[in-house]
């Protein structure tokens, strides 16, 4: 009998064809089911592939009987129950490589654009028919300090064009050597001692529990005032109401943002304060990334089905 995988979030259509050139394959496409329409539907399947709108839940998990396999074509697997799925056997894997640099640029446009508020900018002139050159004095980056927290694929590609802009480069990350640092330019500290110093932070760390709101009331209050925080990892590692706060006391100038502690946001305050810039959880968001973590994926969840082997998450 062929294996049976469930595509539950959209994929690109080469990982899908690649997936399908598997003889011993049969795959369906079956994108924005809900919670219980995926469990009624995943008994039937033995690899299930998703990128982060599905939850993969204990729930989900103990109902795939036959589950062998869950690829996430993508980075992050905290829309998976890893515990759980390592209780039943099954595999998690992701593709860890495929959207780097798509991220990484990302970070850097986001940073540029709460630097000189181009989203406000654009929506004065474009929206509101204004010619106001006096509200959106903005800074420079050339000679100024950025703190990067999480020295991983990311943060290194985020590290190597900041500098690339004439930005200093403090890092933070505990399971990076000086001397991998040293490589990229970048000076690696404690993050207690990047707060006085960086104009700008970015984050580039995985979201679990020593993560979740790395970044609260404490930690801006020992930032730098004036300070611009870019957020392209997960919405989780910061407290958004802290970060509000924050904001509205002008200890934080501007808050970029592709990504939130509930996502979609359901009127999120953040979302309406001026000095926030935010886009909708675009990181990935290539033609070339999504092909690369499409192929990248389906290539794994392929092998574990054949039972050859491959890198877990
Ligand atoms: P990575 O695993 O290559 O790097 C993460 C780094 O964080 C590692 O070097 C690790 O040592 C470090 N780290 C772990 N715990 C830390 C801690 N407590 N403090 C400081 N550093 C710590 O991962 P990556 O591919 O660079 O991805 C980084 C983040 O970006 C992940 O959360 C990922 O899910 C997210 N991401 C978001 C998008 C998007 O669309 N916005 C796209 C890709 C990745
Ligand atoms: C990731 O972790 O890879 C990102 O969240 C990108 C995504 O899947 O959209």
Redesign the pocket.
């Known amino acids: 009998m062929r294996a049976r995988v469930l595509v539950a979030d959209t994929l690109d259509a080469a990982g899908v064809e690649r997936l399908r050139a598997e003889p011993e394959l049969e795959v369906e496409v079956r994108t924005g089911l809900g919670r219980e329409a995926l469990v009624e539907a995943i008994p039937a399947y033995d690899g299930l592939v998703v990128r982060s709108s599905t939850q993969v839940t204990a729930e989900v998990l103990e109902a795939g009987k036959r589950l062998r396999v869950v690829g996430r074509a993508?980075?992050?697997v905290?829309n998976i129950d890893v515990e759980a799925a390592t209780r039943r056997g099954v595999l998690v894997v992701n593709a860890?490589e495929g959207?780097?640099l798509?991220?990484a640029e990302?970070t850097l446009a986001m940073l540029l654009a709460a630097a000189r508020w181009i989203p406000q900018a654009h929506a004065s002139l474009v929206r509101d028919h204004q010619w106001d050159r006096k509200r959106f004095m903005g800074v420079q980056l050339q000679g100024k300090v950025l703190g990067v927290?999480?020295?991983?694929?990311?943060?290194s590609e985020v590290a190597r064009r900041a500098r690339a802009l004439g930005m200093r480069v403090l890092a933070?990350?505990?399971?990076?050597g000086p001397e991998r640092a040293g490589e990229l330019g970048v000076e690696l500290r404690e993050l207690e001692a990047i707060y006085p110093e960086a104009d700008a932070f970015t984050l580039?760390?995985?979201?679990?529990e020593?993560?979740r709101h790395?970044l609260g009331a404490e930690a801006f209050a020992r930032m730098k005032r004036g300070v611009i925080l870019v957020n392209?990892?997960?919405g989780g590692l910061v407290d958004e109401a802290a970060l509000l706060a924050a904001l509205e006391s002008g200890q934080v100038r501007a808050a970029a943002l592709?990504?939130f502690e509930e996502e979609p946001p359901r009127s999120s305050p953040l979302l309406e304060h001026p000095h926030v810039v935010a886009t909708p959880?675009?990181?990935?968001s290539t033609h070339e990334a999504q092909l690369h973590v499409a192929l990248e994926i389906a290539e794994q969840v392929a092998r574990a089905l054949k039972g050859e082997p491959v890198a877990h998450a």
């Open positions: 993508g980075v992050g905290d860890p959207n780097t798509a991220a990302h927290v999480g020295l991983g694929r990311i943060g933070y990350d505990p399971f990076i580039h760390t995985p979201l679990t020593q993560t790395l392209c990892a997960r592709d990504v959880h675009l990181g990935a």
